[in-house]
């Protein structure tokens, strides 16, 4: 017997379900709705498109081969029926049913189903704000939304351009109009631009964008958009630190799960607002599968629901739920809200636990931060990276893991992601046997040198201070010595205010001058000497020594 699936939404996960489902069940009736534009676009491209480093639009609904992915595509080399520009409304689960409406012609209907699978994905926020529907301020969803925003770049002869958020998307952004505009700012309600960071690798970023022009504003909530003379496109942003002219708006404050019309069917539906499902990716009606954004995910590290929507997941979930579909039992394990992004000359990626998050599961927390070149330092291709883990101190437990730089920060957090998935210490993760050749790595790669790192702040062998215990040291105006063990013109390139100087290679004949009843933290360029230094004056009998993590190199403050 023939068996019908019915897949609502036609963006990531639903024709990836869609696709798996023929390919395993040729003999399946497929039927794939999209209420939207586009097909089967890549949307974590627009960015890209608007920056003008994709060309067309089309470019990204287009196979590697160059077919674009269209109804007719979807029909002709895919075997799945698609109904575009349709929307599904409702879910008759007794009667195995959706009822969907034309939008082009308003004509209504009815489809069966033997499967369904909801893929209806996220959708962004727009908060209510006074003015929030004023022309001119847009989202970045659609290949319609990315079009929108070129298009306000040329009839706006845009100047100033205010962008909502300092997430992914809106840094994103932010990269793709700057050169293109002559005032551009990020306006985050939060601490920090980019939460998924700790907050001192979101502060090196932070700086990163500031060097490029980029107008950062930190707590600081939007109040309100001001009409322009005409009354309808907006001219200003209103905030607690000012107005701030905008001749358009970019919205970039989140997705929320499109999950109303699976809690209108009586489907269940998380705390987090995302469609439940189990780890087949089915949900509480057997015949009912969701994935994709639409979809609340399992940490697998806590195990506790999470919210990443990312188009690799949806990839993910649209193969599992066609597998179990077509009789091939198959799981999801969840996620580790693995994530990546470039700005400007900087990589940027984590994966796991952040700091605050490890803490908050009840982990007794030890971090490092280590820079280090990404090749070794003869290389002329060699290029800078900062990496920070996060592990358990109890077992060694990788948690997390961050990079900053514009070194190969993907490789490293790639390596990070496998190693928890198996579960992996800190231990196994020094002793990798990774790739090695001067033009690819370091022959101690920054990873591994992180996991070293780690492991001596186990044994005891090391304690250090992050750059922002430091700084608070500092601002406190506590009793302690600062211990720059560089070279006399190293320190003239850049130092830190107060900080006592002495190279490490004259510090064992000096080591009288360094006070033994203060608390004396060591540094260097990257804290490697710092280190050396605090081994050599605990072994002289310094009772409190600790180094800087990361050193000079990963200070997010400004230096004397």
């Known amino acids: 017997m023939t068996m019908k699936v019915v897949v609502v939404g036609g963006v990531a996960a639903g024709p990836k379900t869609a696709s798996r489902i023929v390919r395993l069940r040729p003999d399946a009736e497929v039927v794939m709705f999209e209420k939207g534009n586009s097909l089967s676009f890549a949307g974590c491209g627009l960015p890209y498109f608007v920056g003008g480093v994709v060309k067309q639009h089309t470019d990204l609904m287009m196979t590697p081969a160059g077919a674009v992915r269209n109804a007719g595509f979807f029909e002709k080399v895919k075997g799945v029926k698609v109904r575009p520009r349709c929307e599904v409304t409702t879910i008759d689960r007794a009667k195995r049913q959706v009822a969907y409406t034309e939008l082009e012609s308003g004509v209504t209907g009815v489809e069966s189903y033997d499967k369904l699978v909801l893929a209806t994905g996220g959708r962004p926020v727009r908060p209510p704000i006074p003015g929030i529907n004023l022309t001119n ?110 001749d358009f708006v970019v919205l970039a404050v989140g997705v929320r799960p499109n999950a109303e019309l699976a809690k209108a069917a009586g489907l269940a539906v998380g705390a987090l607002g995302g469609i439940a499902t189990d780890a087949h990716m089915r949900t509480n009606d057997p015949d009912i599968y969701a994935v994709g954004d639409c979809v609340e995910s399992r940490h697998r590290i806590t195990g506790q629901p999470c919210y990443v929507p990312l188009g690799s997941t949806a990839n993910k979930h649209g193969r599992v739920a066609a597998n179990n579909i077509c009789g091939v039992a198959d799981t999801f ?219 000079i190199a990963a200070w997010p403050y400004e230096k004397a």
């Open 333 to 551: 394990p969840g996620v580790l809200g693995s994530t990546v992004c470039k700005i400007f000359d900087f990589n940027i990626a984590r994966t796991g636990l952040s700091t605050e998050a490890a803490r908050a599961a009840g982990f007794d927390v030890v971090t490092c931060i280590a820079p280090g070149p990404d090749r070794p330092h003869y290389m002329p291709t060699f290029k800078s990276l900062i990496i920070k883990l996060i592990a358990d101190r109890k077992t060694g437990r990788l948690l997390g893991a961050q990079a900053v730089g514009p070194g190969g920060a993907d490789k490293r957090i790639d390596v990070a992601v496998t190693a928890l998935s198996a579960g992996m210490t800190v231990d196994d993760i020094s002793k990798l046997d990774l790739v090695y050749a001067p033009p690819y790595a370091p022959a101690m790669d920054n990873l591994i040198t992180a996991a070293d790192i780690i492991k001596n702040k186990i044994a005891g062998l090391a304690e250090g201070l992050t750059p922002e215990e430091v700084k608070q040291r500092m601002d406190a105006g506590a009793n302690f010595v600062l211990l720059d063990v560089r070279t006399p013109p190293e320190v003239a390139t850049a130092a830190l205010p107060g900080a006592m100087q002495i190279p490490l290679g004259v510090l064992r004949e000096r080591l009288a001058e360094v006070p033994r009843d203060k608390e004396v933290v060591c540094f260097c360029q990257v804290s490697l000497r710092g280190y050396e230094a605090a081994r050599m004056l605990k072994n002289a009998g310094h009772p409190n020594v600790k180094i800087l993590d990361g050193g």
């Open 137 to 246: 301020i847009f989202t970045l969803h659609t290949i319609d939304d990315s079009r929108a925003v070129k298009a306000a770049l040329v009839k706006t002869a845009a100047r100033n351009v205010v962008i909502v958020g300092g997430g992914l998307i809106g840094v994103e952004t932010a990269e793709a109009l700057l050169g293109k505009v002559d005032q551009l700012t990020i306006v985050e309600m939060m601490p920090q631009i980019l939460t998924m960071l700790d907050w001192e690798m979101a502060l090196l970023a932070q700086r990163h964008m500031e060097a490029n022009g980029v107008d950062v504003r930190l707590n600081c909530r939007v109040e309100g958009f001001i009409a322009g003379a005409d009354g309808q496109s907006v001219a200003a942003v209103r905030t607690p630190q000012g107005e701030l002219p905008a």
